[in-house]
């Protein structure tokens, strides 16, 4: 008995607009700079149309990205709503699919701009196994100081009453087939920081922080070190870290370079010590794990992997054979590929935009123990 487990950041599903950028050109979409826009009410217009005209391709990119991965179980990233979730499947999903993923949860998070972590399922797996949702738990309300997490790194911006998750840890127990299985749904801080040119290190306390948590949640619950390796959980989402990249240097016309990058610190090393949970990820060729592509000019740019699903010990002890899929046929044109890794894009897909996400869906097929 298997069931396909997912991971995507969507990348504002959202049901509102944002105006914005006519009085902060930072938050203005770069078409409209084109134009010169006399008054709001002008700029609202163009706004509207602007973004009804893109959000039909890009979700219909979006879908067709999900319906490639195919899971049975799919956490989501950047959902503003069960409403939008609801209205994404039914226009979007269904009609690519054929099927629904009957059961949706989503529950309020942190996230100042209203972007929120999901998780939907189907009834049954591909193979014809029940899938029951028997728990929903969030951890938006957990503090630094009632899980004893504050450190002084953290002092720079937030407090010891302050809220750990910047979105939340949506814990969600099933069962497949009969077995449980308990998921983790997350979206870790940015990277982006005003305050430092390196934001990724900048960033670093807090979502150190917020693994840390995750990690004392799980052994809360299933006692140290996961329950001895006895417990069948996976932990999924877009973890804004990474302890590896690709750094890209050339251009298209002369070709392009991929050096592989170690980092000497993660925050995703809290995970990873003494074998806590694998990162499933790592059994592909370490040229081929990224699962988005950063560039800010020429200057800086990499591959990285994001997005992970995290097994157990148990789950990877029962798996070993288990080596999940990244999706890349959404991925923007301006997405240098490593060589033999080049994909025929989805329909439509443009140059930067529309595309699927930023980001690539990963999914991995796993039998419960």
């Known amino acids: 008995m298997t069931v396909r487990i997912g991971t995507f950041n969507i990348e504002n599903l959202l049901t509102r607009f944002d105006f914005t950028g006519f009085r902060n050109q930072q938050r203005g979409d770069r078409v409209l700079r084109l134009y010169q826009i ?127 998750f910047r979105r939340d840890c949506l814990e969600v127990d099933l069962r497949v087939g009969g077995r449980p299985l308990t998921v983790y749904a997350l979206h870790l801080k940015s990277m982006q920081s005003p305050r430092d040119a390196d934001g990724r290190l900048a960033t670093m306390p807090l979502r150190t922080a917020e693994t840390r948590a995750v990690r004392a949640i799980i052994e809360q619950r299933f006692g140290a070190g996961g329950g001895s390796g006895a417990a ?36 995703l090393d809290v995970f990873s010590s003494d074998g806590f949970a694998e990162n499933l990820m790592r059994r592909r060729p ?13 200057q800086v740019r990499h591959l990285s992997q994001l997005d992970y699903i995290w097994a157990s010990q148990a789950l990877a002890r029962a798996n070993p054979q288990a080596v999940p899929e990244i999706i890349r046929k959404g991925q923007p044109f301006r997405t240098p590929f490593p060589p033999g ?20 869906p990963v999914v991995v097929e796993l039998n419960i123990p």
């Open 286 to 298: 370490a040229d081929d794990r990224w699962t988005l592509f950063h560039a800010q000019g020429l």
């Open 232 to 267: 069948s959980f996976v932990i999924c989402g877009d973890m804004n870290d990474y302890q590896e990249r690709l750094v890209v240097s050339g251009s298209p016309r002369l070709g392009f370079q991929f050096t592989p990058v170690s980092e000497e610190v993660s925050a």
């Open 38 to 164: 006399a008054n709001a009410a002008d700029y609202q217009r163009l706004e509207e149309a602007r973004m009804i005209a893109l959000t039909d391709d890009t979700r219909q990119l979006t879908g067709l990205a999900i319906a490639e991965a195919d899971a049975d179980i799919l956490c989501l990233q950047e959902v503003e709503s069960l409403e939008a979730l609801n209205a994404f499947e039914y226009g979007y999903l269904y009609r690519m699919m054929g099927e629904g993923y009957r059961h949706k949860y989503l529950i309020e998070g942190n996230d100042s701009r209203g972007i929120d972590v999901a998780i939907m399922a189907r009834d049954t797996t591909r193979h014809g196994e029940p899938i029951e949702v028997v728990g929903v738990k969030s951890h938006a309300g957990n503090t630094f100081d009632s899980m004893g997490l504050y450190e002084p790194a953290l002092a720079i911006t937030e407090k010891p009453h302050d809220r750990i």
């Open 341 to 360: 890794q080049e994909v025929e894009r989805f329909p439509r897909t443009g140059w930067d935009r529309p595309k699927a996400s930023d980001h690539c």
